[in-house]
């Protein structure tokens, strides 16, 4: 599921979200800037809303949980991987593997360098192999990718890699421990201001 960023005030959906996230959640939030903390909350809510579409009912924001040393998680499922620009933000969510998830903005105008894309294509790759193993960004040239950018190798475990087209100008991958048959892209409005 993905969505475009908006600049400005943030919506009172998303602000009812942060009263809902645990304390320490929302002190870390709080001391964000105020878009970075918007992203993170836009991406918060389109992770219960891939939750929900996945269940067939609403997700409760109290399952969620931030362990200090590893991802998000929602208890009791599904997996989710969740990742913003400055502007778009997605988050990807699976029933049954735990997942990571990657984008980031290229520019896609006439100047844009395929260099520059092949950059952020192995950049992604790399992101979100770490992020489907729980690792940080310090690992990030322990991973290993193959020629096609289809597998990637942290710490002798072997995670694949798809390609996920999202808008014009981003390029982001998923990976997942095991070959992901399908990915089917959603593109949500977030919730208006009022």
Do not use: N
């Amino acid at each position: 599921m993905h969505a475009r960023l908006r600049d400005g005030a943030v919506p009172e959906a998303l602000a009812l979200l942060m009263a809902r996230l645990p304390y320490a959640k929302r002190l870390d939030l709080e001391r964000r800037e105020p878009g970075a903390r918007s992203a993170s909350l836009a991406g918060l809510w389109l992770a219960l809303e891939g939750a929900a579409r996945l269940r067939g009912r609403a997700a409760d924001v109290a399952s969620l949980r931030f362990p200090a040393d590893g991802r998000p998680q929602l208890a009791g499922g599904p997996f989710f991987s969740i990742s913003h620009g400055l502007t778009h933000v997605a988050a990807a969510v699976c029933e049954s593997l735990a997942i990571g998830f990657d984008l980031e903005e290229a520019d896609a105008g006439p100047g844009s360098s395929h260099g520059v894309r092949q950059k952020l294509q192995r950049w992604t790759a790399t992101e979100a192999a770490l992020k489907a193993a729980g690792r940080g960004l310090r690992e990030a040239r322990a991973v290993e990718l193959d020629a096609l950018l289809a597998t990637a190798t942290l710490a002798g475990a072997r995670y694949w890699l798809s390609p996920v087209a999202i808008a014009t100008g981003v390029v982001a991958h998923l990976a997942a421990p095991a070959a992901v048959e399908s990915v089917e892209v959603v593109e949500l409005d977030l919730p208006a201001t009022t």
